[in-house]
């Protein structure tokens, strides 16, 4: 296999590694499995490759699974250091980066899990779980806008890696328009984030309407 191979849906977790793959310039072949969190042949593709059945998943030219976007996103910019995709070791935005990597994957983006499926977890309180799920995302953004400085990128002067978990999320609820209204700075990161040269086509694919 010549190309990544990442499994994916349109506007969903995939829309992360897909447009690190383009700032990065790697090839990759994108396997829709829109479906796949219903049962049926298409979950059954995504879980022969991954046992989680989530989206991303990427295959490695040669053949390793990266399964979180956390790790997809310090690979590919460890792979290729001369894109910028984050800081490299002994610069000192690594460790600020990696802080906010972490955040975003294991604070704001396991809301989305929990909030999209309540049935799974709580079948006879899913309409409570959503609204606290959704009070609780709205104070973790307010959060991030508070720790922010003033850009224009989240550190600083340069994009990262971040700035594409900002633009991406940012299109999920509560969306650009809550964003406006109460995270301004947030809200001017996710809109440059959508037309950085690097990412804008994917972004476009993803999100053809800006939410």
């Known amino acids: 296999m010549k190309n990544w191979c990442l499994f994916g849906v349109r506007g969903w977790g995939s829309s992360l590694a897909e447009a690190m793959l383009e700032w990065v310039k790697e090839p990759y072949d994108f396997v829709d499995v829109e ?33 979180e976007s956390a790790a997809i996103a310090i690979h590919l910019a460890e792979l290729r250091p001369e894109a910028g995709l984050a800081p490299m070791p002994g610069d000192r935005l690594r460790a600020p980066f990696l802080n906010r990597l972490l ?3 294991s604070a704001l983006y396991p ?6 499926y309540p049935e799974r977890w709580a079948p006879d309180a899913a309409e409570q779980l959503v609204a606290r799920i959704d009070a609780y995302r709205q ?7 508070a720790d922010v400085g003033e850009g224009p990128w989240v550190l600083g002067k340069k994009a990262s890696a971040l700035d594409v978990y900002v633009g991406v999320m940012s299109h999920w609820r509560p969306r650009r328009a ?6 301004t700075r ?16 994917s972004m476009r694919r993803n999100f053809p309407r800006r939410s």
């Open 35 to 67: 479906g796949f969190d219903r049962p049926g042949p298409t979950r059954d593709r995504l879980l022969a490759v991954n046992p989680l059945a989530r989206v991303p998943t990427l295959i490695a030219p040669g053949g390793q699974v990266l399964t």
């Open 103 to 105: 955040w975003f994957v």
């Open 111 to 116: 809301t989305f899990t929990y909030r999209d």
């Open 139 to 145: 104070s973790l953004w307010r959060q991030f806008e």
């Open 178 to 183: 809550w964003l406006k209204r109460n995270c």
């Open 186 to 201: 947030l809200h001017a990161i996710a809109e440059r984030a959508d037309d950085l040269p690097a990412i804008a086509a």
